[in-house]
């Protein structure tokens, strides 16, 4: 049973995702917040699997709250969903830098909800190729500057070339394609990136490709 934190300010919003999620034989809702403080206090209380965080939300904002869980290690496993009401906004790369597996806009169709639920708890970042190619296009040049490169030092050449093909918005299919593997052997290599960076998901790894200077805003092909 997946178990999810439902964190909204906005109790109708919060009643539609339960009734939803609570539906299905696999998933069921472990608790409700309305503020990001009662959201962080749950999460170490009730430990589900994932959170569907508001990034608008009083007294302690969904970022805020997102820092808090996602830098604490003994919540490791508990991946956070941002919610935003439109596609592109503004807080969306920083929800990502902050350690958020990925992001769904609130209309979003109730089967592409429950995917993403699934995914995210799975280990997969929710975040399709055209979504994270807009991202990258809207908000990776506001990002800080590149730091060094030293956290590359441990990574093969082969697994350089995969992060910087995830850093532009590939697929694990679409890399394999590019690198003429099977997409499993995409896959390992992408998780094997992960693991050596210490990267929680995908959507971090994306971050990191362009934090390391290991691909730049502008390349998008």
Known sequence: MIRVLLADDQLLVRAGF???????????????????????????????????????MPRLDGLAATRAITGDPALHDVKVVMLTTFELDEYVFEAIRSGASGFLVKDTEPEELLRAVRAVVAGDALLSPGVTRRLIAEFAARSKEPAAASGLSELTEREREVMALVGIGLSNEEIARRLVVSPLTAKTHVSRTMVKLGARDRAQLVVLAYESGLVRPGWLG
């Open 18 to 56: 339960r009734a939803l999620l609570d539906a299905q034989p696999d998933i069921g809702v472990a608790g409700e917040a309305a503020d990001g403080e009662e959201a962080v206090r749950l999460v170490r209380e009730l430990r589900p699997d994932a959170v569907l965080m508001d990034i608008r």
